[in-house]
């Protein structure tokens, strides 16, 4: 069973950028796409960034152009650089890697049912 540790949380001003690591131990997640989740006080969680073990990218429409998720299966890690920071990204980020299946669609990559295992999260708060 894979353990996921979520790290680079912090305050940022507006426009700022932060980088998140997710640290993998227990085994590789080579064959896995790793994914990127964040939850802000009162509303659902909601998707943000996936990485496929071909390292084809993913992004919620609030992350294209600001965001880049990376993967770097040598050291078991996986990356959300944040650039361009705004209040609205004040959430709880959380990352996940998916479960042994193979995607029918696209599309399922964007699902938090495609995942498995999950970390504890990091905080991240954007001020204005």
């Known amino acids: 069973q894979v353990q996921l540790v979520e790290s680079g949380g912090g305050l940022v001003q507006a426009g700022g950028s932060l980088r998140l690591s997710c640290a993998a131990s227990?085994?590789?997640?080579?064959?896995?796409?790793m994914g990127w989740f964040r939850q802000a006080p009162g509303k659902e969680r909601e998707f943000v960034a996936t990485?496929?073990?071909?390292?084809?990218?993913f992004y919620a429409d609030s992350a294209k152009g600001r965001f880049t998720i990376s993967r770097d299966n040598a050291k078991n890690t996986v990356y959300l650089q944040m650039n361009s920071l705004k209040p609205e990204d004040t959430a709880v980020y959380y990352c996940?890697?998916?479960?042994?299946?193979?995607?029918?669609?696209?599309?399922?990559?964007?699902?938090?049912?495609?995942?498995?295992?999950w970390g504890q999260g990091t905080q991240v708060t954007v001020s204005s």
């Open positions: 227990g085994r590789t997640f080579s064959g896995s796409a």
């Open positions: 990485i496929t073990s071909r390292a084809k990218a």
């Open positions: 996940a890697v998916s479960r042994s299946i193979t995607p029918y669609s696209d599309s399922i990559y964007y699902s938090e049912r495609l995942y498995g295992q």
